[in-house]
T-cell receptor, first 112, second 112 residues
Framework: GEDVEQSLFLSVREGDSSVINCTYTDSSSTYLYWYKQEPGAGLQLLTYIFSNMDMKQDQRLTVLLNKKDKHLSLRIADTQTGDSAIYFCAESTAGGSYIPTFGRGTSLIVHP | EAQVTQNPRYLITVTGKKLTVTCSQNMNHEYMSWYRQDPGLGLRQIYYSMNVEVTDKGDVPEGYKVSRKEKRNFPLILESPSPNQTSLYFC???????????FGDGTRLSIL
């Protein structure tokens, strides 16, 4: 079945850029998402990209999609301590229903 | 304020004792879904509902039931809970299945 892989941890210094990477296996993925989960809370949809796009920018967030390599990345510019959280990559595929497949999450730690 | 409300937030119970986790949304969304989050596994979808009286299985439906008698509510029922259902559960709602936007804050279930 579909698989979504992410590295488990990323540590960055406050003010630097963070890049969280994700790879997926389903070449027919239609939607690719990034969610943020803060401690004790549910997932918050940060941004998403359609498979016919290469890039999407939204304030400090930039999503890059390389369909050939099935690689998705989330760049956070000027990372702040409030960005410390778990970030989940997810994909869903056009079909009878869009059951999303989530990665295991990347814990982003921002230190002063 | 847009909200997805789950109750209870925490529950410790014993094997075999039926329990229900409620989920309610105030956004008039048609699509609702349930997920479980386990360490190292990310989120996996249990059941989803496209509208009132329309429900279908997700990736891990065994041991769970759902109902959708009203648009706003989507309870998750464990008829005979077992220890392997100890997990963190999230309810979500959205306008469609293509973009899961709103998650509840989670329900942590421990089945002894």
């Amino acid at each position: 079945g579909e698989d979504v892989e992410q590295s488990l941890f990323l540590s960055v210094r406050e003010g630097d850029s963070s890049v969280i990477n994700c790879t997926y296996t389903d070449s027919s993925s239609t939607y690719l998402y990034w969610y943020k989960q803060e401690p004790g809370a549910g997932l918050q949809l940060l941004t998403y990209i359609f498979s016919n796009m290469d890039m999407k920018q939204d304030q400090r967030l930039t999503v890059l999609l390389n369909k050939k390599d099935k690689h998705l990345s989330l760049r956070i510019a000027d990372t702040q301590t409030g960005d410390s959280a778990i970030y989940f990559c997810a994909e869903s595929t056009a079909g009878g229903s869009y059951i999303p497949t989530f990665g295991r999450g990347t814990s982003l730690i921002v230190h002063p | 304020e847009a909200q997805v409300t789950q109750n209870p937030r925490y529950l410790i119970t014993v094997t075999g004792k039926k329990l229900t986790v409620t989920c309610s949304q105030n956004m008039n969304h048609e699509y609702m879904s349930w997920y479980r989050q386990d360490p190292g596994l990310g989120l996996r979808q249990i059941y989803y509902s496209m509208n009132v009286e329309v429900t279908d299985k997700g990736d891990v439906p065994e041991g769970y039931k759902v109902s959708r008698k009203e648009k706003r509510n989507f309870p998750l029922i464990l008829e005979s809970p077992s220890p392997n259902q100890t997990s963190l559960y999230f309810c979500a709602s959205s306008l469609s299945d293509r973009l899961i936007q709103h998650f509840g804050d989670g329900t942590r279930l421990s089945i002894l």
